[in-house]
């Protein structure tokens, strides 16, 4: 593993910043599934959701001459990702539309020892958990969706999307038990 594998994200884009190639190329790996994850899942198409994930790529490029180092890269990363989908349902007048239904394909997970019925029981409760997160209203949807696919801390959404620390934890501590009582079937 090189020297650039092991740095963490914020000198990997300050690196990148100065010209390295292969500092941007450790950083897109890192972070790449768990993006597109997250803008997966905050679209109303696919096709849609790429288009963002690309742009948000390419607006990290555009900035990276202005990178400073002010918060974690990934609050910086999420940062750009939340004002991409906040500009894109402010140009079609919709903020309700923040999930999809074309994300359950990317979602079936299993391993490859798993019975068939254990992979069965996998999808039918990642499917439940889907239609559960479609419930839930776009705030607390957002702060959970940055938890959960971007691995962010509280701290980190609540300066990612420009709220307070305590706003964002009410939102989490709401969708959480939102999401308990659907996947019991108690909504």
Known sequence: ??????SNDE????????GSADAFAVLYGRHKAPLYRYMLRSCASKAVAEELYQDVWVNV???RGRYHVTAKFTTWLYSI?????????????????????????????????????????????????????????PPQRQVFLLKEEAGLTLNAIATS???????????MRYALGKLRLCMRGET
């Not at 593993?1 to 092991?6: L, T």
């Not at 999307?161 to 939102?171: D, F, L, M, W």
Request: proline residues 2%; hydrophobic residues 40%.
């Open 81 to 137: 990702a939340g004002n991409r989908l906040v500009d894109h349902y402010r140009k079609q007048g919709r903020w309700d539309v923040y999930l999809v239904d074309d994300a359950v394909e990317t979602c079936a997970v299993a391993a490859d020892f798993e019975q068939p019925e254990q992979q069965a029981d996998i999808n039918q409760q990642m499917q439940q958990l889907l239609d559960c997160l479609k419930q839930l209203p």
């Open 11 to 18: 000198v990997l884009m300050l690196r990148y910043k100065d």
């Open 161 to 171: 999307i420009g709220i307070g620390v305590e706003a964002a934890k009410s939102r």
């Open 1 to 6: 593993m090189s020297h650039v594998d092991q």
């Open 61 to 63: 490029i555009h900035a």
